[in-house]
């Protein structure tokens, strides 16, 4: 069978998609609103996507009447300030920013700090001229001084989005007050001048093949560096999805993977257990994986795959969770082909993660695997090489636990250890695991694999970025991914994970899988230990 070079075939397919003209930048619109386009580019939205205008504008008027989502009103209320000149609605949208956040003691750290300079930058845009010269004064200075103190803050390309979450508000707030503020532009360099350098090599190494090695947490910030993406497309003429190809011509692909199957539209964007995070719920951040999708349907619309992609996002017609709404109508493009999700391919392989998919179909009632083998990047990634997961109808072999606590005890000594996973145990009643993973309690012995926490690395064990990691290499090189090869009848993958384990233990550990379709799972392990009498 074909092995490695079935996937490095994979990924020379991968980059013959839909490509888009040399990028051509153009200078910042003077007038406002500009993030989104025009006023007038707004009108036309709402007439050509009346629905979903219809949601934004009803959630912007009554949203107080929806249960923990009044806060979250005020970028719709700016959009209907800015397509109907609402003043009431504007001023809302102007009042709710300013007393939650613009008058705030400044927030530094590991807080999404981002997100606040992003919501009052899309109603500083979209109100502007609402806003009086005092109030404009306060949010240049709110925004100068968050940017400013934060410089040092979330500056891992790989570590839980928060580098995204960072810097979509960075630069959303920056080219909502690109003439007004004199900092802005240069911020905005800087800005880019990092992602070029470090976040960019970053996702085409940690998400090469559209997946994502930290698993679970790129449902939680993509979509915000998406709408980063559009906002600097329209704003300026940069495109930032070309300079990460690998990652972003299969992002939509590996996130409809990432889905376990259904039928409901309450089913279609619950996604697998991978690191920390939850599996199967729908609620909270799903409709953000819908719209991060759709984004790249637009972007890609004359790709056949994401056509096909974009039939199944119009499974979910639109949004059920009314804070989203104002999202639907602005990245909801019912103008993008569909294509016959029937004929798509029935697998991926993400080589970044070590990440493949597979499914029997595209029935709502398919037999899906999950298996991952791969490297070590940063945090909420868990102990799990070699891990797989199983479903039909229901959740059959899954990972255990709950994630209650990045560093308790129920995380530390179980949840993101090998024991509550599909791997493999190999004890050694002499191994002894640092104490302190993820700052957390005394750690026990579970049999699973290792953890070395290199001094200095903190309780994350990641590494800042790719240059970073390149040099910490030998600590992060945990799993290889031998082989993936679907035949159509059947799909062949196969993983090391030796280099998971403390070699003091382990010989070899290699694991091999057929998914027979529609519904035979083998799998073969071949294990040797050190010494005969580890369990």
Known sequence: MNTLPKIA??????SALTTHAAETRHDVPKAHPRLFGSAATLQTLAQARPLAYKHTAEFAHHGKNYRDYEELRAPASALVYAIEH????????????????????????????????AQCAMVYDLCFDLWTADEKAKFIEYMNKTVDQNVGSETSTFHNGFYGYKNWGIGLACYATYYENPKAPGYLKTLEQDVRA?????????????????????????LEWEIFCEVARTCEGIDYYAHAPKFFRNRAIASMFEMFPGAEPSQLNCPIPMGDGGSGNYGGFSEKILTA??????????????????????????????EYAYMDFLFHDPSVPKGNLKSFKLSHCSPGPGNVYARSSWEHDATYLYFKCGDRFTAHQHLDVGSFTVFKNTPLAIPG?????????????????????????????????????????????????????????GQNWGALDPAEREKNFKNMDT???????????????????????APTKCDFFTRQIVFIRPDTIVIFDRVQSKNANFK
Request: with cysteine.
């Open 401 to 457: 636990g709950f994630y209650d606590d990045f560093a308790g005890n129920h995380a530390c000594n179980y949840y993101t250890r090998t024991i509550a996973t599909n791997s493999m145990l190999i004890f050694d009643p002499s191994e002894k695991f640092p104490d302190g993973i993820r700052a957390g309690p005394k750690s026990f012995n579970d049999g699973g694999q290792a953890y070395p926490l290199p001094k200095g690395w």
């Open 198 to 222: 470090r976040a960019e090599p970053a996702l085409e190494q940690a998400g090469d093949g559209g997946g994502w090695a930290e698993g679970h947490y790129i449902h939680y910030w993509n």
């Open 293 to 322: 999708r759709r984004i790249l349907c637009n972007y890609y619309r004359d790709d056949p795959a994401h056509q096909c992609i974009n039939s199944y996002n119009e499974l979910v017609p639109g949004m059920d969770i009314p």
């Open 86 to 117: 609402d003043k009431d609605a504007g001023r809302s949208a102007i009042d709710f920013v300013m007393k939650t956040c613009v008058t705030q003691p400044i927030k530094v750290g590991h807080i999404p700090f981002g997100s606040d300079l």
């Open 479 to 501: 799993g290889d991914l031998l082989a993936f090869d679907d035949q159509g009848s059947f799909l062949y993958t196969a993983g090391d994970c030796t280099k998971a384990y």
């Open 9 to 14: 075939a994979l990924v020379l397919c991968l």
